[in-house]
Antibody, heavy 118, light 110 residues
Framework: EVQLVESGGGLVQPGGSLRLSCAAS????????MSWVRQAPGKGLEWVAN????????YYVDSVKGRFTISRDNAKNSLYLQMNSLRAEDTAVYYC???????????WGKGTTVTVSS | QSVLTQPPSVSAAPGQKVTISCSGS????????VSWYQQLPGTAPKLLIY???ERPSGIPDRFSGSKSGTSATLGITGLQTGDEADYYC???????????FGGGTKLTVL
């Protein structure tokens, strides 16, 4: 079964850091672009970042550039999101998603919740 | 405010048809494929349509997609109460080098 499982969410103070992980199974992880997508409470979907199969290309939404870093470990079938200098507006459910050949997300995890609050 | 514009809400009766629009520009919809997602309450999004009009396996043919110029449309026929959800369009923006989602449309089946 194709599956993505996120972990690492939690409560963090403004200015703090958190590292999210996404464990992939049931498919050849190293063959796919991967993305992080977030959804603030009661709001719509917002794409955060994506990464090429070999990690050589990465793209970010403007609001997280310089603060978040996407990475992957193909040997461990894992995707990561290092989040630094967190702000209240980063509070959201963070989803890991597999990308198809034209930037669509065909497999989604259940999400992990990040709350930034003092 | 999203770069891709969707109506906040649409509604129709069971068995009827509804369409949801997604408007963009030449840097996104106009020159890239569009995808559509369904998000049922409390769950992760699910891919409904990719490459403008292709359905993944398991998605019924009640769901269809189309694109013309800088706009795209999701159509749902034979509406069921189980179709009540939020629907999002998505695409790549070549100028921003970013994936974009529309603001989402809440479908109510009356």
């Amino acid at each position: 079964e194709v599956q993505l499982v996120e972990s690492g969410g939690g409560l963090v103070q403004p200015g703090g850091s958190l590292r999210l992980s996404c464990a992939a199974s049931g498919f050849t992880f190293s063959s796919y672009w991967m993305s992080w997508v977030r959804q603030a409470p009661g709001k719509g979907l917002e794409w955060v970042a994506n990464i090429k199969q070999d990690g050589s290309e990465k793209y970010y939404v403007d609001s997280v550039k310089g603060r978040f870093t996407i990475s992957r470990d193909n040997a461990k079938n894992s995707l990561y999101l290092q989040m630094n200098s967190l702000r209240a507006e980063d509070t959201a459910v963070y989803y890991c998603a597999r990308e198809g050949t034209s930037y669509y997300m065909d497999v989604w995890g259940k999400g992990t919740t990040v709350t930034v609050s003092s | 405010q999203s770069v891709l514009t969707q109506p906040p809400s649409v509604s129709a009766a069971p068995g009827q048809k509804v369409t949801i629009s997604c408007s963009g520009s030449s840097s996104n919809i106009g020159n890239n494929y569009v995808s559509w997602y369904q998000q049922l309450p409390g769950t992760a999004p699910k891919l409904l349509i990719y490459d403008n009009n292709e359905r993944p396996s398991g998605i019924p043919d009640r769901f269809s997609g189309s694109k013309s110029g800088t706009s795209a449309t999701l159509g749902i026929t034979g509406l069921q109460t189980g179709d009540e959800a939020d629907y999002y369009c998505g695409t790549w923006d070549s100028s921003l080098s970013a994936v974009l989602f529309g603001g989402g449309t809440k479908l109510t089946v009356l």
